[in-house]
């Protein structure tokens, strides 16, 4: 097992030999190119793509799209927070790609006023 990350800027010592997505960030108003070493990714590979949180789903796509590059099999994604009100997740089920989140976020409202689904809902919708 291995654990890889996706750089959100090229560093000078990373080669050219990469895997690359454009992926734009909602919060910073920024489009960033993410990349990861060819080193890294091979055919052979099952990839599980773990990120903090899933609203739009930019960046999981970009990195979705770099799984493909690399010819590998994405396994699916996981979550620790996801936005369900927004697009994200649908943007990658029309991709076939599995998501699962260990909290979903149903609607925010007022300051302080976030409403959870369910978890039995949850594993419905998973």
Partial sequence: MLFVYAKK???VTQSDAVHTAQVHSFTRQETYQITVSRHYLSPDDN???VDDFLA???A???LVDIVKQAGAKLVG???VI???FQEGR???EAQGVRVHSLARI???AAPGEVHFIEEDNMIRQA
Wanted: aromatic share 0%.
């Fill in 90 to 92: 649908g943007l990658l």
């Fill in 47 to 49: 990839i599980l793509i």
């Fill in 106 to 108: 149903a609607s925010m």
């Fill in 77 to 79: 994604v996981g979550c």
């Fill in 56 to 58: 739009t789903g930019a």
């Fill in 60 to 62: 999981l796509v970009g």
């Fill in 9 to 11: 800027k090229k560093a």
């Fill in 82 to 84: 996801e936005k369900s």
